[in-house]
């Protein structure tokens, strides 16, 4: 084990001189990179998500989620299996995407307002990409189809539940065999525990907004950085080509959806395409996912291979969909 993650270093360290070589061999793709990434951050991350993670941390900090949690879950707790607490985070991951619902679910875990593992069964069903992001941005601006706004949004998002679906019955298959049920750690947790009335104070207004700060920087550095990579691998090759474009898209998925439909190739290929990416939410997502679990201990390791998992489903269901519509 000592010796994996002596070469694991080895190998992270080798990466970080090979990035810091291509910054220097190709100077302005470093730039227009970083250039287009801060852009990107200051002008729709920053005011879209710094305002949401404040008011998320307060509403979360003065138990204002647990009421509504306690609203929701008749409907959604019931039909998805999670206690109370966890019907907050799928209203908030469904509503604003990745990483917010990643950041929703990692405040409750730490809270120890869910357990363990449901909270790695919300972060790999509700850490996706935004509704906006998927029926405007990929189907409006990018395929320019109107009508694949809502079957897009589903095959992204069904591919999400049902991946989940599949870990939790995979886990609870694990436990059984230790004597140790799923369902033991998603159980409605006790009223008096988690639905406490706390005063507002400015305190807790100061520690929502440097936490939301915090975050938003994080996810803005990442963001610069996988921007640059994206933007080497733009000035390598011949433009246009299949295989830079899906090498962008497993990067960045902004970019990589946009390389993507400036292929000339059938439109049912791209929404394939563009199902695959969405779905995966690139390296850069992961990225940002991993900034935002600070310190709910929840796995980023399970949350890949289950978001490969995800992303192949989408693939199945965007083939079923082009398939039916011809």
């Known amino acids: 084990m000592k010796l994996i993650k002596k070469y694991k270093s080895k190998l992270l360290k080798g990466l970080i001189l090979f990035f810091f070589i291509l910054m220097f061999l190709f100077p302005y793709a470093s730039y227009k990179g970083a250039s287009s990434g801060l852009m990107l951050w200051f002008i729709n991350v920053l005011p879209t998500l710094l305002p949401f993670i404040i008011v998320s941390n307060l509403m979360i900090r003065l138990n204002i989620a647990g009421k509504i949690s306690k609203l929701l879950y008749p409907l959604i707790g019931r039909l998805f299996r999670v206690s109370p ?14 990483p917010m619902g990643a950041k929703t679910v990692a405040d409750l875990a730490t809270d120890n307002k869910i357990g363990q593992k449901e909270s790695h069964f919300l972060l790999i069903m509700c850490n996706n990409a935004s509704p906006i ?5 990929i189907a409006l601006n990018q395929l320019k189809m109107p009508k694949l706004r809502i079957p897009l949004f589903m095959i992204i998002y069904g591919s999400s539940i049902l991946s989940a679906i599949i870990y ?17 750690n ?4 006790p009223p008096n525990s988690n639905y406490k009335s706390v005063r507002f104070s400015f305190d807790i207004l100061d520690k929502s907004i440097m936490d939301g700060f915090e975050v938003v920087t994080k996810i803005g550095g990442y963001i610069i950085l996988f921007s640059i990579l994206a933007q080497i691998i733009n000035e390598i090759g011949s433009s246009f080509s299949f295989f830079k474009a899906m090498a962008m898209g497993l990067l960045e998925i902004t970019t990589g959806v946009d390389q ?3 292929i000339r190739m059938d439109s049912s ?34 949350y890949f291979l289950v978001k490969l998992l995800s992303s192949f489903i989408a693939i199945l269901l965007a083939l ?7």
């Open 168 to 184: 939790r019955i995979y886990r609870n298959h694990y436990d059984k065999r230790k004597q140790n049920n799923f369902d033991i």
């Open 320 to 326: 079923l969909y082009v398939l039916s519509i011809k």
């Open 269 to 302: 290929i791209k929404i394939v395409l563009v199902s695959f990416l969405a779905s995966f939410g690139g390296l850069s997502g992961l990225a940002q996912t991993k900034s935002v679990l600070g310190k709910s201990r929840l796995s980023i390791k399970t």
């Open 186 to 189: 998603i159980s409605p947790v």
């Open 85 to 98: 607490n966890g019907s907050y985070p799928i209203l908030i991951g469904f509503l604003s995407g990745l």
């Open 133 to 137: 992001f998927i029926m405007s941005y």
């Open 260 to 262: 993507i439909c400036k």
